[in-house]
T-cell receptor, first 115, second 114 residues
Framework: GAGVSQSPSNKVTEKGKDVELRCDPISGHTALYWYRQRLGQGLEFLIYFQGNSAPDKSGLPSDRFSAERTGESVSTLTIQRTQQEDSAVYLC?????????????FGPGTRLTVT | GENVEQHPSTLSVQEGDSAVIKCTYSDSASNYFPWYKQELGKRPQLIIDIRSNVGEKKDQRIAVTLNKTAKHFSLHITETQPEDSAVYFCAAYPANFGNEKLTFGTGTRLTIIP
């Protein structure tokens, strides 16, 4: 079946502009994660959605970052007033913990470049 | 919350030798421990996982061991090959606790020297 998809695959934006990144998880997956990965670095947790529970926003680096998820489907990550340090690959992952399946399936990522 | 530490951050081994990567975790409630491999320019993918009711799991050249008492787990790769070169991430997850999240370690860049 279809895996996790993300769009756009690449985004170049000017400093100060807002961007929206989209993630389509695997159908039926209740858990959805956003991560930031700077070049050559690890997976920096941003936000976690699980079903209808309040999201875990503890990883968001500033109030310029926000994310939403509609039910158990699409999620969007919004970065307002982008800065050069926001340049990174943004990865989305989904899993189905309530079905005793904890493997995270990652999307291909969105490469964000802020000029 | 959970804290996962991973060592070493970089590791170089001769082709054919073994590689070992170690992780420690802080939350005794964690009971699921996966390992992900991320090749250059690609997304992370699960290569092996272990649950707390077993101490070791093997899959061909890859094995994972778990010591719940000491709160540490390790990835062992034997007879390393060039295609094993990648970044490896460990993680810990409290599967029985509702809305808790999976926590990744900081990663190990493994280089296999031909």
């Amino acid at each position: 079946g279809a895996g996790v998809s993300q769009s756009p695959s690449n985004k170049v934006t000017e400093k100060g502009k807002d961007v929206e990144l989209r993630c389509d998880p695997i159908s039926g997956h209740t858990a959805l994660y956003w991560y930031r990965q700077r070049l050559g670095q690890g997976l920096e947790f941003l936000i976690y959605f699980q079903g209808n529970s309040a999201p875990d926003k503890s990883g968001l680096p500033s109030d310029r970052f926000s994310a939403e998820r509609t039910g158990e489907s699409v999620s969007t990550l919004t970065i307002q007033r982008t800065q050069q340090e926001d340049s990174a690959v943004y990865l989305c992952a989904s899993s189905s913990p309530l079905a005793d399946s904890y493997e995270q399936y990652f999307g291909p990522g969105t490469r964000l470049t802020v000029t | 919350g959970e804290n996962v530490e991973q060592h070493p951050s970089t590791l170089s081994v001769q082709e054919g030798d073994s590689a070992v990567i170690k992780c420690t975790y802080s939350d005794s409630a964690s009971n699921y421990f996966p390992w992900y491999k991320q090749e250059l320019g690609k997304r992370p993918q699960l290569i092996i996982d272990i649950r707390s009711n077993v101490g070791e799991k093997k899959d061909q050249r890859i094995a994972v061991t778990l010591n719940k008492t000491a709160k540490h787990f390790s990835l062992h790769i034997t007879e390393t090959q060039p295609e094993d070169s990648a970044v490896y991430f460990c993680a810990a997850y409290p599967a029985n606790f509702g809305n808790e999240k999976l926590t990744f370690g900081t990663g190990t860049r493994l280089t296999i020297i031909p």
